[in-house]
């Protein structure tokens, strides 16, 4: 690998060199390595928007600091990762500035390993991989853009790392619990556990109990950063912290160049195929459309102006995600709307760009998603949002600008289709006021520049040179006056 690092017995001093940059200004020199750990680091969803994004911008601000990624997908190379985030999110990086750790172990973190106690079990699979981690390379910042908290103990006692925390979502949650204590089936509460008052009860001394751990690990944090108001209103309450809101990064600036009139008639849906995003809801929705409006149906050879297009775009991680696109293949057959949907799968970005800049609605179900950067990009492409009508999209993003609505939100499959036929409906001035108020709003709000400048005030203190040097971590030389400095302090 392109990092050698070497740890001095008996006290904190270490090296690190870049190859092929032998630069004799000591500005350049590498002094800190920044470990991701993002064990899906090349799924292609939000999540690693905000990994990349953050990459590339200490690549910039910190160039004498090291990122290397920890990463799962063992099936590809440093190279093909780093073609993908091009592709995908339109970002290049300094490749001599970033490296990769492939663990072997990723196994132990994935949805099939544990059909039962998943929480627990999968907190305790990342702590076996996050070992593997920190056997391979030991970072002196420990970063994780995944949630997975367990990791911290390890990091910071063993690794001696300074732990950052990017959290996406809390792995347990007070909604959580109350959807349990409620009896109410979910992706995360089983049938047979709600409609169990036995197995409810003794759920939620397993779900209390996790939350007491979690809290725990979460002590181990030196900055944690939320990616949204419902996320810090939960993360502050389990860990009893103060946490700084960064909202995810949108490159807005590649959406908003699309036209905004003569849209087709098409809903965009862009999720990860992950059970919790609700896919089965919105083709429920569609469903139900059709059903009030039997005019909007498709049909094969038919030529119908009227007709409405679901097109289901986002990436696949693994079997278990390509199996649930079968799934919802097979219901849509199933609810007689097929011919209505679409199904595109691992696009690049410039796919995602020509759907962007053809749909007219953007559709997200996912209950309480902790924030929805899928729903950022539909306002700033110009789509209208028609959003869950819960937590991130709720609270942050589907909100009133200059005092009027930028989307709609709904809860059950009849208020999602009624706001879509509201947008099909809309007469073109009203549409066209709507989606520019939208798109004004997060550009204001949630544009890479605005990520950039919240997240390198969060990062300061763990990654700036004057900062290591300050705190006394000896990770590089100390200036020649502050040695001075502390030799006069000493005489004295």
């Given at each position: ?18 190859d ?29 928007r ?8 200490i ?40 490296d ?28 076996v ?5 920190l ?16 990791t ?40 047979q ?5 036995l ?26 950063m ?65 059903n ?53 799968v ?22 309480d998603?902790?924030f929805?950067?899928g ?19 709720k609270?942050?993003i ?15 499959s ?33 544009s890479?520049?605005?990520?950039e ?14 900062k ?25």
């Open positions: 690998m392109a990092l050698e690092r070497e740890k001095k017995t008996g006290n904190t001093s270490k090296k690190v060199k870049r092929g940059k032998n630069s004799e200004d000591k500005k350049d020199e590498p002094y800190l390595i920044a470990g991701f750990f993002h064990p899906y680091c090349n799924a292609g969803g939000g999540g690693e905000v990994l990349w994004t953050a990459i590339r911008d690549q910039e601000k910190y160039p004498g600091v090291i990122s290397v990624v920890y990463t799962g997908d063992t099936d590809v190379t440093k190279q093909d990762i780093l073609d993908r985030v091009s592709n995908r999110f339109n970002i290049n990086l300094d490749p001599s500035l970033v990769f750790e492939f663990l072997e172990k990723r196994y132990w973190i994935e949805d099939a390993k544990w059909p039962r106690f998943t929480l627990i079990g999968q907190s305790f699979g990342s702590m991989l996050g070992w593997e981690a056997k391979k390379v030991v970072p002196d910042v420990w970063i994780d853009t995944m949630g997975y908290a367990f911290y103990p390890a990091a910071h006692m063993f690794g001696g790392c300074q732990i950052v925390a990017y959290v996406h979502y809390p792995s347990i949650s007070s909604d959580m619990i109350g959807r349990v204590a409620s009896r109410e089936s979910s992706h995360n509460n089983a049938s556990v709600a409609s169990s008052p197995y409810t009860a003794l759920k939620l001394v397993y779900y209390r109990g996790f939350a007491m751990l979690y809290a725990l690990v979460g002590a181990f944090c030196n900055v944690v939320a990616n949204s108001s419902w996320t810090k209103g939960h993360i502050d309450s389990l860990w009893n912290i103060q946490s700084t809101v960064v909202y995810p990064p949108c490159d807005t600036n590649a959406f908003n160049q699309s036209s905004l009139r003569d849209r087709e008639r098409i809903i965009l849906s862009v999720a990860q195929f992950r059970p919790e995003k609700g896919h089965g809801l919105q083709l429920e929705a569609l469903a139900q459309l059709l009030n409006h039997p005019e909007y149906k498709r049909q094969e050879g038919v030529e119908n102006p009227l007709a409405v297009q679901l097109v289901m775009l986002g990436s696949a991680r693994d079997a278990s995600d390509q199996a649930r696109i079968q799934q919802l293949k097979d219901k849509s057959v199933e609810l007689g709307i097929s011919e209505n949907v679409t199904f595109v691992n696009a690049p970005f410039s796919e995602l760009q020509a759907w962007l800049a053809r749909a007219k609605i953007g559709i997200h179900a996912m209950r998603e902790h929805g950067i729903v950022v990009e539909y306002m700033a492409a110009g789509l209208i949002p028609v959003a869950h009508n819960s937590a991130g999209p609270m942050d589907v909100r009133p600008y200059n005092n009027a609505a930028t989307g709609y939100l709904a809860t059950t009849q208020e999602f289709a009624e706001a879509i036929e509201k947008v099909l409906t809309a007469d073109e001035s009203s549409l066209l006021d709507m989606q520019l108020r939208a798109r004004d709003s997060v550009q204001e709000r949630f890479e520049k605005v990520f400048d919240q997240i390198q005030k969060c990062l300061h203190q763990v990654l700036s040179r004057e290591v040097v300050i705190f006394g971590s000896k990770l590089i030389p100390a200036p020649a006056e502050v040695v001075a400095q502390e030799a006069a302090s000493s005489s004295t």
